[in-house]
């Protein structure tokens, strides 16, 4: 697929950063489940935390093909580092399409320049892929709103320091009225629970957030109240392109180390890259990297063409990638032999990280039910 000039930047120098000063550190922060700071501040650096942001507003005003070149570059160092970026840029894009002029400025420039890190917070213990289920509520107060619930599988949990919370209000009659509001870390009445132990993604602090009568202004809200269903879909593409950008670093990275081992392990006397059975595998490998590229890309443009962008391209792009790496990267490992099953590799790493990709931002059954009814003619929810 033909790339600008600058998408051709962006991909090269996110695929330097994940390789010289991601990748080396990936290894440390899944082992000890930590945040990638270091990681995030030479994002900062290079200006990709404000990738999608408008030149205007302080960021680099590039288009949603870039946001996906940049997170499969960071993601081929370290899958959490992109997960942690995409949940920030997810924020970042929903600031722009639905903010007040006064979040914009108060909010934009932070978190572009790394000094503060967004989450999203939507699941519950009670609510995943059921939206409609969210309880948590806000209670009016005069010029405020009295929050209380408990969000848990947040990306950047405690390390995060602005939060996109959905919920619903006192003002909400159906399970859809649900409305979104900014919490900033420090709001007294918001505090952290326990933090998951999460088999793979380890470094992006997935965990409980607890709101006890907190308090929160009105002005907060992202929008209108009631109104989250209608200013979502000009942020939630970003997070199915990000899940997917995810996962093609993933399994790049996964299908590099297979190609080099298959060229340098000998078995029985040659390399076991002269047997047919690991020929075959390299040969899978990159034909599902490329066809999930494909439709990864080509839904990332189509996200920025003509308004509204038809969500199947993005329904596809996200399903087919997240199921590719974990396909890919378990090949990956097959050719490794037993040394793939050890930590001492990457393989396994890549195994556990990318299994994560088919629960979050959707989960595959979901999208394929949305799909498959899409493709009848029927609305999709
Ligand atoms: C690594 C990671 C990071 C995450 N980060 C965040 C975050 O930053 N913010 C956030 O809000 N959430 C986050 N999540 C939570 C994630 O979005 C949820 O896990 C996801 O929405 C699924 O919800 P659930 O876990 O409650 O599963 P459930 O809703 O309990 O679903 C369980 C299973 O049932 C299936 N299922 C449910 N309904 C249907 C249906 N109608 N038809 C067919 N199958 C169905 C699902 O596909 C799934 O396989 C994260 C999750 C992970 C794994």
């Known amino acids: 697929m033909n790339l600008t000039d600058e998408q051709k930047m ?28 270091d990681g995030l501040k030479k994002l900062a650096e290079t200006g990709f935390l404000g990738i999608t942001v408008p030149k205007i507003l302080g960021g680099g005003g590039s288009d949603s093909l870039s946001f996906v070149l940049a997170t499969e570059g960071i993601a081929r160092g370290c899958a959490s580092t992109g997960l942690v970026f995409v949940t920030n840029g997810i924020v970042a894009r929903a600031l722009v399409a639905a903010g007040s002029d006064e979040q914009k400025s108060r909010l934009l420039p932070a978190l572009t320049a790394g000094h503060r890190i967004a989450a999203f917070a939507a699941t519950e213990p009670v609510s995943g892929s059921n939206p409609f289920a969210i309880a948590t509520k806000a209670v009016r107060d005069r010029d405020d709103f009295v929050i209380n619930g408990t969000k848990n599988f947040i990306t950047s949990s405690e390390e995060a320091e602005v939060y996109l919370v959905v919920l619903r209000t006192d003002q909400s009659k159906s399970p859809a009225d ?4 900014i919490i900033e870390k420090g709001t007294p009445g918001f505090s952290f629970g326990k933090k998951e132990d999460t088999m793979g993604l380890r470094g992006s602090s997935d965990g409980e957030l607890i709101f006890q009568n907190c308090r929160v202004p009105r002005a907060n809200l992202l929008g209108a109240e009631n109104g989250y269903l209608a200013v979502m879909p000009r942020f939630a593409g970003l ?58 890309y080509s839904a990332a443009r189509q996200l920025d063409g003509p308004p509204p962008p038809p969500p199947l391209p993005l329904y596809m792009a996200k399903l087919y990638a997240t199921e590719m790496a974990i396909e890919v990267a378990n090949k990956a490992l097959q050719v490794h032999g037993g040394t793939g099953y050890s ?31 899409m493709l009848m003619g029927m609305p999709p929810f």
Do not use: W
């Not at 120098?13 to 945040?35: C, M, W």
């Not at 649900?178 to 509001?181: D, G, K, Q, T, V």
């Open 343 to 373: 930590r001492e590799l990457p393989l396994e790493r890549h195994c556990r990280d990318a299994r994560g990709l088919t629960l979050h931002f959707t989960p595959s059954e979901m999208l394929k039910g949305m799909l498959g009814k």
């Open 178 to 181: 649900l409305s979104a509001i």
């Open 239 to 296: 997070s199915m392109l990000g899940a997917a950008g995810i996962a093609l670093g993933i399994a790049q990275s996964a299908a590099d180390a297979a190609i080099e081992h298959a060229k340098t392990r000998e078995v029985a006397g040659q390399p076991i890259g002269q047997y047919q059975g690991i020929q075959y595998l390299l040969a899978e490998m990159a034909i599902s990297i490329a066809a999930a590229r494909e439709l990864t």
């Open 10 to 37: 962006i991909q090269e120098t996110a695929f330097n950063i994940g390789k010289q000063e991601l990748a080396p550190r990936a290894a440390d922060v899944d082992r000890k489940g930590s945040y990638p700071r």
